[in-house]
């Protein structure tokens, strides 16, 4: 596997693909569920072993929990995977197009219904995720609503750190002034 992966978003997306078609394998009682958990035990192995990465940084930045921290990862490849997409979709419908939802995290996961409950309650109200734009919550109800990784996290996760167009303009203009 590590030939495969080669950062921790890498690892990450494998991890929520590994999720998603182990849920489905599941739900439908498919051949494959023994070999996609001995998949998930490897992988689990493998995020023990990685290295601090901006992830690591940012969820030490805004205090966020080990939950937190999974949901952001799981919106993060919701948003940035396109192998995920169908398998979410599978188990979340269409809703999943427009991010994660703490209940397909929940069920991708296996976290409880109230520690789930907890977090949506968390999500809905003021919180670091959401407040800083790490996040962008769509207009569901709480209990269902999404969650969407923007392209520039995802980039950040990546290692690019680049500063957007807009950001440089308004830097330049007001360091020339």
């Known amino acids: 596997m590590q030939a495969l992966v080669t950062s921790a978003l890498d690892l990450r997306l494998t991890w929520a693909r590994n999720l998603a078609m182990l849920a489905v394998a599941e ?7 023994e070999q996609l958990r001995a998949k998930r035990g490897e992988i689990a192995a493998a995020m023990r072993d990685t290295p601090p ?29 396109p192998l995920l997409a169908v398998h979410v ?26 520690p789930a409950a907890a977090l ?39 290692g690019d750190d680049t500063c957007e167009r807009g950001v440089r303009i308004v830097l330049s203009s007001t360091l020339g002034s």
């Open 27 to 33: 739900r439908d009682a498919l051949p494959q569920v």
């Open 53 to 81: 990465s901006p992830m690591t940084a940012l969820a030490a930045r805004l205090g966020l929990s080990a939950v937190q921290v999974d949901l952001l990862w799981i919106a993060v490849a919701v948003a940035g995977d």
């Open 89 to 114: 979709e599978a188990l979340a419908g269409s809703a999943a197009r427009k991010g994660a939802s703490v209940s397909l995290f929940a069920r991708l996961v296996g976290l409880e219904a109230a």
């Open 120 to 158: 949506a309650r968390w999500l809905a109200g003021p919180n670091a995720l959401v407040d800083n734009g790490i996040l962008v919550a769509g207009d569901e109800a709480p209990a269902i609503r999404t969650y969407a990784a923007p392209a520039r996290l995802i980039a950040h996760l990546a």
